[in-house]
């Protein structure tokens, strides 16, 4: 993510942490500021350090100031020369899994056993983070493995 993503994050976390909407402008950055300055001894977040920006990005998600999906969007948005895969699993797919879990008597989408043969099968950590493909192969993989 580059600093500008960050700065603008971090502007917006802080709002919605510390009301500044509801605040005259100048009282909003007189607040902002002092604030700032406590986390980071930085009065804008042009003097901050990278690992700074980071750590107020952080600890705004972590007080439910920023969403976690969105700050982490845009960090795992692929390079435009990279080719986009965003179809996300049908219901079918998902219907399809949890069959497949429960016959072979794991608990369910959260289990521990599906997130290694996920993880192993297409690296990925989550079940809720696979695209179409991916599930398709995790499915087409459960199936194999049960049937033998």
Known sequence: MNRNAYYGLIHKGAQTLLGLNQMLK??????????????????SCKECTDWQLRALKDELERKGALPKRAATAQQSRPAP???????????RQYKKLIAVVKSKGWSGLGSEYLKGFIRRTTGVESVYQ???????????????WHAS
């Not at 020369?81 to 219901?91: D, I, L, V, W």
């Open 26 to 43: 100048a009282e909003a950055d007189e607040t902002y500021r002092n604030w700032l300055y406590e986390k980071t001894r930085k009065r």
């Open 81 to 91: 020369s990279q080719p986009k895969c965003t179809r996300a699993p049908t219901e």
């Open 130 to 144: 696979l695209d179409r493909r991916q599930m398709s192969n995790v499915i087409t993989g459960l199936e194999k």
